[in-house]
C-alpha cells in the first residue's frame, strides 16, 4: 500500500484551521491537524509545500519512520511550524492504520486504561456574580471541574474571560484570536493580577464547597518569584493546577517556583517536543505536561513524552482550546485513553460551524470525554462545507504594561 495524495485544507468556520488530508492506493483517506492560531497559512505552506511533495510512494503503514524522516531529514528540526506539519502526518498515518485495521487509534495504542478521560470546562465573569453563573452552568452541562478566570479591577480586557469585549469589540467566547488585519492590544498588571485572584478563589470555595477540582491558568505572564508569590496565597484553596505561570523556556526558574509553593504545576502547551520537557520532568518541576497533540509532533510524540513523564508520576493534561481543531482534539483524547498516566483533558467546546465541517464520534456525557469506537481517530471532514469558510486573517492579541512595554501574552 502507498500514499498516494496529500492535500491540505484551510477553512475558517468561526476560526482557522489546517487540515491535511492523505489518501492511499487503496482509497483509504486519514486525516491530520497542523493549525497554529495566528500563524495559520505558515503552517499550511509548510505542508503544502515542503512535506506533501514527499510523501506519496511513501507505505503509510510506516509511521514511526516517517516522523523520523520529516524530523531529522528537514536538519532544521523543531519549532511550532515544523511540528505541527509533522503532527498532521503523524495523525492522518494513525487514522489511516485504524481505518485498515477496523479499530479506534486507542485500540492500537494498547487499549483504554480508563471509561471516559475526566475534562475541565471554562468558567469566567467580568464580576463574582457572572462569574458563579457560569460555573453553575459548567456543573449544569456535567462538568466535574472548572478553569476559573476572573477579570481584574483596572485591566481592561483579559486572557479567559468570555463575553468580555476585547479591544476589538469581539467577544472571546470561542476564541480570543481577533479577526483583523492587526492584533488588538491588551493591558496588563501583575500585582494587580496577584492581589485579586486569591480573591476569586477564596470566594469561590465559599460557594461550591472544598471537592470541585478548580484550575487556573496564568497564561505565561510572571516572573518566578511572582508565580512563586501566587502558588503560595492560592494554596489554601487547593487547586488542581496552576497553569503556566511562567514563560518556561527557562526550565530551571521552575525550581525556583516549586521551593515555594505545593499548587501543583502545569506547564507547556507552546512546547514543540520532549526535550522542552526534558528538565522540567527529571526534576519533578511540573505535574502535569500541558502540550497538545497538534503542536507537538503527533501522537507518536505525545505517546512517546508521557510515557517519560510516567517515570517521574507526571500526568497528562493536554491543551484542549480551540484553536486544536476537531481531528487533533480527538487524536489526543485516543492517547488519553491508552496511557496510565492520565491527568485531565481541557475541553474548550467548537462552535457550531465548527463541527457543521468536521464530523466528530467524540462524546462528553457526566463530565467525561471518549473518542468513540469508530475506526481510526474518529474525526471525517465535510470539504464542501469546509470551502463555504475561506482562511480569514486573525491574530492573537498582544499584552502592554501601562507604560507601553510589551508583556507576555
Ligand atoms: O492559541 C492560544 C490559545 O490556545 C491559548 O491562549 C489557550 O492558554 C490557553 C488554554 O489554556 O487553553
Ligand atoms: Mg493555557
Known amino acids: 500500500m502507498k500514499i498516494s495524495s496529500a492535500e491540505v485544507i484551510v477553512t475558517s468556520p468561526t476560526r482557522n484551521f489546517v487540515t491535511l488530508k492523505l489518501t492511499t492506493d487503496a482509497g483509504v483517506t486519514g486525516l491530520g491537524d497542523a493549525t497554529v492560531n495566528g500563524r495559520e497559512l505558515a503552517a499550511a505552506a509548510y505542508l503544502r509545500d515542503h512535506v506533501a511533495p514527499l510523501l506519496p510512494g511513501r507505505d503509510p503503514h510506516q509511521i514511526e519512520d516517517t516522523w523520523q524522516y520529516l524530523y531529522r531529514g528537514a536538519y532544521w528540526r523543531r519549532g511550532p511550524i515544523t511540528m505541527a506539519a509533522i503532527a498532521a502526518v503523524d495523525m492522518a498515518l494513525w487514522d489511516i492504520k485504524g481505518k485498515i485495521a477496523g479499530l479506534p487509534v486507542y485500540q492500537l495504542l494498547g487499549g483504554a486504561s480508563r ?142 517556583v516549586r521551593q515555594h509553593t505545593t499548587t501543583p504545576l502545569a506547564i507547556g502547551e507552546v512546547f514543540n517536543t520532549v526535550w522542552d520537557y526534558q528538565q522540567l520532568i527529571t526534576e519533578q518541576l511540573i505535574d502535569y505536561v500541558r502540550a497538545a497533540a497538534t503542536h507537538f509532533g503527533g501522537i507518536t510524540a505525545l505517546r512517546k513524552v508521557m510515557d517519560f513523564a510516567a517515570l517521574y508520576q507526571i500526568r497528562s493534561g493536554f491543551h484542549g482550546p480551540t484553536d486544536v481543531s476537531p481531528v487533533g482534539f480527538a487524536a489526543q483524547l485516543h492517547v488519553g485513553l491508552a496511557i496510565h498516566n492520565y491527568g485531565i483533558q481541557e475541553y474548550m467546546e467548537h462552535s457550531e460551524p465548527t463541527n457543521s465541517v468536521f464530523r466528530q464520534n467524540m462524546t462528553l456525557k457526566d463530565g467525561y470525554l471518549h473518542p468513540g469506537d469508530a475506526p481510526g481517530i474518529g474525526v471525517e471532514i465535510d470539504e464542501q462545507a469546509a470551502a463555504g469558510f475561506p482562511y480569514q486573517s486573525a491574530y492573537l492579541p498582544v499584552s502592554r504594561l501601562r507604560d507601553g512595554t510589551l508583556h507576555d501574552w
Open 115 to 256: 471509561n471516559g478521560l475526566l475534562a475541565y470546562g471554562h468558567a469566567s465573569g467580568n464580576s463574582q456574580a457572572g462569574l458563579f453563573e457560569s460555573i453553575h452552568e459548567h456543573l449544569e452541562k456535567g462538568y466535574r471541574a472548572i478553569r476559573v478566570q476572573t477579570s481584574v479591577p483596572g485591566i481592561r480586557a483579559l486572557y479567559g474571560v468570555a463575553a468580555q469585549p476585547q479591544a476589538s469589540g469581539e467577544r472571546y467566547d470561542y476564541e480570543p484570536a481577533g479577526r483583523g488585519v492587526l492584533p488588538v492590544e491588551e493591558d496588563w498588571d501583575t500585582a494587580a493580577y496577584i492581589r485579586h485572584v486569591p480573591t476569586v478563589f477564596e470566594a469561590v470555595r465559599q460557594e461550591f464547597g472544598d471537592e470541585l477540582p478548580l484550575l487556573h491558568d496564568a497564561h505565561h505572564r510572571l516572573t518566578p518569584i511572582e508565580a512563586a508569590k501566587l502558588g503560595k496565597r492560592l494554596e489554601p484553596y487547593d487547586l488542581f493546577w496552576l497553569e503556566d505561570c511562567t514563560p518556561a523556556e527557562n526550565q530551571q526558574a521552575l525550581r525556583l
